[in-house]
């Protein structure tokens, strides 16, 4: 089964950049879009990045997303911090075997 | 801009079935492109894809609960439903439904549901 890898935490200070990594286990990352969710505490998931580097709406363009087809993974880099960003980030993508979703672990994001 | 809200009882007992339903706003759960999908995450931990009823009326489902997993879409009242049957402890968690597909991914708030006697 597809498995997508996620650093356990993360932290970096206010202004700064940072960029939390999303590993695929098989197959080619870039076969299938990559979604990213922020997911603050107490509070539902909500889209920061979807089809691997598009913002919606209301999303600041400090952040941005890739893929790296030699790493077979996804990026999700976050520039000029704020300590509203520390959060939880999940990315998501699917099984090209039966175009189940599948989730990361999870990275939590300290700012301080 | 379309709203998802999750309803349904917040306290279940062991061996019964969940019954949760994801009412939508701002837009037609019968427009095409367009997968409803069921998320849960577990006390503390990470988020898990539950499945999808895509708007022709096909399912997936995690195979790890696809035994006791039935989404399924009602137009009329513009929901849809997710049914979870012979719940233990581990199924306490916060569900979530989201609209994915023809832009970015769209989340409700959630509800908890507990799993107790």
């Known amino acids: 089964n597809f498995m997508l890898t996620q650093p356990h935490s993360v932290s970096e200070s206010p202004g700064k950049t940072v960029t939390i990594s999303c590993t695929g286990s098989s197959g080619s990352i870039a076969s299938n879009y990559v979604q990213w969710y922020q997911q603050r505490p107490g509070s539902a998931p909500t889209t920061v990045i979807y089809?691997?580097?598009?913002?919606p709406s209301g999303v600041p363009d400090r952040f941005s997303g890739s893929i790296d087809s030699s790493s077979n993974s996804a990026s999700l880099t976050i520039s000029g911090l704020k300590t509203e960003d520390e959060a939880d980030y999940y990315c998501?993508?699917?099984?090209?075997?039966?175009?189940?979703?599948?989730f990361g672990g999870g990275t939590k994001l300290t700012v301080l | 801009q379309v709203q998802l809200q999750e309803s349904g009882p917040g306290l279940v007992k062991p061996s019964q079935t969940l019954s949760l339903t994801c009412t939508v706003s701002?837009?037609?759960?019968?427009?095409?492109?367009?997968?409803w999908s069921w998320i849960r995450q577990h006390p503390g931990k990470g988020l898990e894809w539950i499945g999808y009823i895509y708007y022709s009326g096909s399912t997936y489902y995690n195979p790890s609960l696809k035994s006791r997993v039935t989404i399924s879409v009602d137009t009329s009242k513009n929901q849809f439903s997710l049914k979870l049957s012979s719940v233990t402890a581990a199924d306490t968690a916060v569900y979530y439904c989201?609209?994915?597909?023809?832009?970015?991914?769209?989340w409700g708030q959630g509800t908890l549901v507990t799993v107790s006697s």
């Open positions: 998501q993508s699917y099984d090209s075997s039966n175009l189940n979703w599948v």
């Open positions: 989201a609209r994915e597909g023809g832009g970015y991914p769209h």
């Open positions: 089809e691997d580097n598009q913002r």
């Open positions: 701002g837009g037609s759960i019968s427009s095409g492109g367009y997968y």
